[in-house]
C-alpha cells in the first residue's frame, strides 16, 4: 500500500525526471531484483557519491597508473620457472558438486564483476552451468595454465578526497569470511590486558608498504610454499606474463605485460600475500605482529621501560622486509604510545632507515580512529560526521516521494552501514554521550523515513551474534556472553 501511494505522490509532486527515475528505480527493482540499477537510479536523484569531473578529465591518468603499478617489474631480476611435474604429482580436481554449491552461495544481491554478470544468473543457472565451469577449472589446473582472458582490469577507487599522488589511488581487495574488526580487536586485546600489569605500557607501530601487491616475487613467494609441483606451476602461471590495464570511467590505458607482483583487486591476490607473508612472525614473546592483508602492526608489551625487545623487533620487520621486496613507507608509517602511568618518562622515537618515525597522539587503523588514551570519542565524531552527511541524501529522496522501502534501502546501505562499521570492536567501550550522539541519527532517520529503524545498540548485538558464529570459541568476550544468555 505505501509502496503505490509513493508512486502516486511521485507522479503528481515530482519534476518529470525525477519520476521517470523513481518508477524505473523501483519498477526494475521489482521485476527483476537488480539492486545495482537501483542504485544508480537513487544516485542520480541525489547526486550521491557521483564522480567529480577532475577525477575523468584526465585522459592520460589510466596509462600513467598503469606504469606505476608496474614500476617493480624494471627491479625484478629473479626469473620465474616452472618445474617438471612427476608422474605421481596429484592435480588438484574439483567435482561437479563442488561447484554447484559454489554457485549455488553466491550472493544475488551483489553488484556483478568486471564480467559484468549479475551474483542472480550464477546462481539461479548453477545446474546449466556447474559442468562448463567444472571443465573450465579443472582443464586449467591440468595444464597448469590461465587464460589471458581471465585477467581482470584494474578499477582503482581513490583513498582520499583529494588526490595529491598516483599512490592516493588504492585497488580494492578483502578477505571473505573476515573482517578488520578481528584484527582491532587482537590488538586492543593485547593492549588492555598488557595494561593490567603494574609499570606496564604499549608502542604500536602502524606501518605502510607502498604499493604492496606489485612487489611480488614470484619465484620467491612459491619457495616458501609447501604445495604439489602443479598447483606451484599453476600460481606461477597466474602470475607471470599476465596482461594489465586500468580503467577509469571510460578511459582505458594500453596493456602492458607484467611478471611481478599480483593481479590487482583479485581475492587471489590477497590469499597468496598472506602466504607470502606467514614467515614474519614476532621473535620476542613481549611482541605481537597484527597483520590483515597488507596492513602490519607492531604491537610492544613493554614492561619497566625495558624496549630492547621491541626495537629489535622492528629492525628485524625492517630487514625481513627488504629481503622480500617490500617497501616500507617510512613517512606515512605511524607510531603510537598508550601510557597511562602517573610517572611518565619522554618516550624516544623509533628510526627506521635512518628515518624517524611520527609518535603520533592518534591514528586511523583499519578504518577506526584509535587515541593513544583509548577512548572512542574521536571516532564517534567521524562516524557521525559521514552518517550527517548521509542524512542530506535521506531527505533528498524524501522530497522526491521515494517509497520507505527504497528509503530503508538507501539507510541499510549507507547510514547504518557506517555506523555499524567494525562496531564489535569499539561500541562495547564508548561513552553514554558517545552512545547517545550514534542514537540521534537512528532517531532522526527514523522521523524522515516514517518507520521503526533497529536502534544502535541492537546493530551491536546482532554483530556480536555474528561474529560468534564466525567462530565457536572466539575470545571475544561480548559475543561469548551474549550467545551464552541467547541458549
Not at 608496474?70 to 558438486?97: G, H, M, Y
Not at 542472480?120 to 591440468?142: G, K, P, Y
Not at 590469499?271 to 607473508?277: A, D, S, V, Y
Not at 627488504?322 to 610517572?343: G, P, Q
Request: charged share 15%; hydrophobic share 35%.
Amino acid at each position: 500500500m505505501l509502496q503505490s501511494e509513493a508512486v502516486d505522490d511521485c507522479k503528481s509532486a515530482c519534476s518529470p525526471e525525477v519520476e521517470r527515475l523513481h518508477l524505473q528505480s523501483w519498477g526494475h527493482f521489482k521485476d527483476s531484483g537488480d539492486s545495482r540499477h537501483m542504485w544508480q537510479c537513487i544516485q542520480a536523484i541525489t547526486n550521491y557519491k557521483t564522480t567529480s569531473p577532475a577525477y575523468d578529465s584526465h585522459a592520460s591518468l589510466p596509462d600513467a597508473l598503469n606504469d606505476f603499478y608496474a614500476w617493480f617489474e624494471a627491479q625484478n631480476s629473479v626469473a620465474a620457472r616452472k618445474t617438471i611435474r612427476p608422474l605421481n604429482d596429484q592435480v588438484l580436481c574439483f567435482s561437479t558438486a563442488e561447484v554447484k554449491r559454489t554457485l549455488c552461495r553466491v550472493n544475488p544481491c551483489k553488484s556483478a564483476g568486471p564480467d559484468n554478470i549479475p551474483g542472480r544468473v550464477l546462481r539461479e543457472c548453477a545446474e546449466q552451468l556447474a559442468d562448463v565451469f567444472t571443465d573450465i577449472f579443472n582443464i586449467s589446473l591440468s595444464s597448469t595454465i590461465i587464460p589471458t582472458c581471465l585477467t581482470t582490469t584494474i578499477v582503482p577507487m581513490p583513498k582520499t578526497s583529494t588526490v595529491l599522488c598516483l599512490n592516493d589511488y588504492c585497488p580494492f581487495v578483502y578477505r571473505p569470511n573476515h573482517s578488520t574488526s578481528d584484527a582491532i580487536t587482537i590488538a586492543l586485546h593485547l593492549a588492555l590486558t598488557h595494561m593490567d600489569n603494574k609499570d606496564s605500557y604499549i608502542r604500536m607501530l602502524f606501518t605502510d608498504f607502498s604499493s604492496t601487491f606489485n612487489t611480488i616475487i614470484p619465484q620467491h613467494l612459491i619457495e616458501k610454499l609447501s604445495l604439489n609441483i602443479s598447483l606451484c606451476n599453476w600460481i606461477l602461471d597466474f602470475l607471470t606474463g599476465r596482461p594489465q590495464s586500468v580503467q577509469i570511467g571510460n578511459s582505458i590505458s594500453s596493456t602492458t605485460t607484467l611478471s611481478t607482483g599480483a593481479p590487482q583487486g583479485c581475492v587471489l591476490s590477497s590469499m597468496l600475500f598472506t602466504l607470502l607473508t606467514h614467515d614474519c612472525a614476532a621473535m620476542h614473546s613481549s611482541n605481537h605482529i597484527v597483520k590483515f592483508v597488507n596492513d602490519t602492526t607492531v604491537v610492544g608489551l613493554i614492561s619497566k621501560n625495558y624496549e630492547s625487545a621491541y626495537r629489535e623487533e622492528v629492525r628485524r620487520l625492517t630487514a625481513w622486509c627488504k629481503a622480500n621486496n617490500l617497501s616500507l613507507n617510512v613517512d606515512k608509517t605511524k607510531e603510537m604510545v598508550v601510557d597511562f602511568r602517573r610517572a611518565q618518562s619522554g618516550h624516544s622515537p623509533l628510526f627506521i632507515n635512518g628515518t624517524s618515525v611520527e609518535i603520533a597522539k592518534s591514528t586511523k587503523f583499519l578504518g577506526v580512529h584509535l587515541a593513544e588514551n583509548l577512548t572512542w570519542s574521536l571516532n564517534t565524531s567521524s562516524i557521525s560526521k559521514k552518517a550527517h552527511q548521509c542524512l542530506y541524501f535521506l531527505r533528498r529522496l524524501r522530497k522526491a516521494h521515494l517509497s520507505p522501502l527504497i528509503l530503508t534501502m538507501f539507510y541499510s546501505g549507507t547510514i547504518e552501514s557506517i555506523q555499524s562499521s567494525c562496531i564489535t570492536a569499539w561500541f562495547g567501550s564508548c561513552t553514554i554521550s558517545d552512545r547517545k550522539t550514534l542514537q540521534q541519527i537512528v532517531r532522526t532517520a527514523e522521523k524522515i523515513i516514517g518507520v521503526s529503524l533497529p536502534s544502535i545498540t541492537d546493530m551491536y548485538i546482532t554483530r556480536c551474534f555474528r561474529c560468534s558464529n564466525f567462530t565457536s570459541h572466539s575470545f571475544f568476550p561480548q559475543a561469548i556472553r551474549l550467545l551464552n544468555t541467547q541458549n
